[in-house]
């Protein structure tokens, strides 16, 4: 049986395409039998994690690519580098922990949450993305179809669970009920990155009940880091760099996104039981 015959017989399709170039840099590099059969390995199982990469990140389902390197730390300097590095590390999904982003708009929240979606799944996790609109979306169809503890279950698989723009919309009862449903199941079994416009003392506002927030932030805030950053939005900056705010604008705006912010540690909502979460707290 010819070379090519075995390489589709065994599914090997990335050396199957590269066998030939393989030959040639060996002839000229003049290697052993044992070396080419290891660089003729390594190529087909890159070209083959690749592929797993790949659909994993399609699954995912982020909206973008967004990377920790091209990050532009240089325009939110109260952000802990030293933080996002360990965060980076992703022991976090290994001890099935939690990272909540906390800010104004714009300040890079999304990014961040994305890039540590992209570095977990190209670690070999499995991860999702939802914006929290599209999850309360996709839980409201599951009541009505009868189907809730089927799709919350398919929620809790994920190694890696990224809830974007939590505080946008206000959630309904039945709503929250079922968000602490998905955590509960989710609990020490996978990790949750969420990003929120809200301080922690507003999310009895955003649930319409104080003690269902309570018990939301107690389950998220058990084994936790917090996030918070205050800084200027990275889109007004564009647009000024682009000439399209005034300079009286540019104030309002600045003041909007920045000077407004407070995380009010001591109004969160009362939990019941000890919070175990580290909390990084962003100074301007």
Do not use: C
């Not at 982020?62 to 996002?84: G, L």
């Not at 919309?169 to 079994?189: G, V």
């Not at 900056?237 to 540019?250: D, F, I």
């Amino acid at each position: 049986m010819e070379l090519e015959g075995l390489l589709e017989k065994l599914k090997m399709e990335t050396l199957a395409s590269s066998v030939d170039t393989l030959l040639e840099q060996a002839a000229k590099r003049d290697v052993g039998y044992r070396e080419f059969l290891i660089d003729a390995l390594k190529t087909e199982w890159h070209g083959r994690n690749l592929k797993t990469t790949e659909g994993r990140m399609r699954l995912a389902r982020f909206p973008w690519v967004k990377t920790i390197e091209a990050f532009d730390f240089s325009f939110q300097p109260s952000i802990d580098r030293k933080v996002i590095r360990e965060l980076s590390g992703l022991s976090f999904v290994g001890r099935a922990e939690n990272v909540i982003f906390l800010g104004p708009p714009g300040v890079g929240k999304t990014h961040l949450a994305i890039a540590l979606g992209v570095k977990a799944v190209e670690a070999g996790n499995s991860a999702l993305f939802l914006t929290v609109e599209e999850l309360t979306t996709r839980l409201a169809k599951a009541r009505a179809s009868n189907r809730l503890e089927t799709t919350l279950a398919q929620l809790a698989r994920p190694k890696l669970l990224v809830l974007d723009e939590l505080g946008y919309l206000p959630f309904s009862r039945e709503e929250a009920s079922s968000l602490f449903r998905l955590l509960t199941r989710r609990y020490e079994k996978g990790s949750v990155i969420i990003t929120s416009n809200k301080s922690f003392a507003d999310w009895g506002e955003i649930f319409s009940d104080s003690v269902l927030a309570s018990a939301i932030l107690d389950r998220l805030l058990h084994h936790s880091t917090t996030i918070n950053i205050k800084g200027e939005s990275f889109r007004l900056k564009e647009k000024r760099k682009a000439g399209m705010l005034a300079s009286s604008e540019k104030g309002d705006e600045k003041t909007s996104a920045a000077g407004e912010w407070l995380f009010e540690e001591e109004k969160r909502p009362a939990m019941s039981g000890a919070s175990a979460g580290k909390e990084v707290i962003q100074e301007d």
